[in-house]
Each structure stands twice: as C-alpha cells, then as structure tokens.
C-alpha cells in the first residue's frame, strides 16, 4: 500500500508589509513632502520674477507630490488597520 502523502497546509491570509517596509514607505512620504515644500518655497522666494505659468506648474508638480505622499501614508495606515482588527478579532 503506498503511504498517502500529505498535502502542506496553505494560508489564505494575505502577507502583511514588514515594519521596514512601512518605513522605507514614510520615509518616501517625507520625502515627497520635502521636495514639495521646497518647491513652494522656491516659488515663494522667487515669485517675482517668475511667470504665473512657472507659478502654476510648481503649484501642480507640488499638488501631486503632496497627493503622492498622501496615498501612501493612507496604504499604511490601512494595512495597519486591518492587522490591528484581527488582532482584536482573535482576542
């Protein structure tokens, strides 16, 4: 009779980010947070003797740095929530 063979035992969890991960990603935020800053500081600093154009386009580079930043802060903060309410969960 051959021995039957075991099939390994799956998880269906998915595989949460490591704690370093979440830091390289916040330090990615401030990162972009920075640069946008310092665009808008730039703008400040030099706004006469730019352009509205140059103006505006700082403006929006730094939008979507910001909004960049953001996103990334809110996937962190989300998987954070989701490991937190199963840990309750199983209490």
Request: aromatic residues 0%; hydrophobic residues 35%; proline residues 3%.
């Amino acid at each position: 009779m051959p021995a039957s063979k075991k099939k390994p035992a799956t998880k269906s969890a998915k595989k949460t980010s490591s704690p370093r991960s979440h830091s390289i990603s916040e330090a990615n935020a401030l990162k972009l947070v920075d640069e946008a800053a310092a665009l808008l500081r730039k703008g400040i600093s030099t706004s006469a003797s730019t352009t509205d154009k140059a103006r505006l386009e700082a403006k929006k580079k730094a939008h979507t740095l910001l909004n960049k930043a953001s996103s990334s802060l809110s996937g962190i903060l989300d998987e954070s929530t989701s490991v937190l309410r199963k840990v309750i969960n199983k209490i």
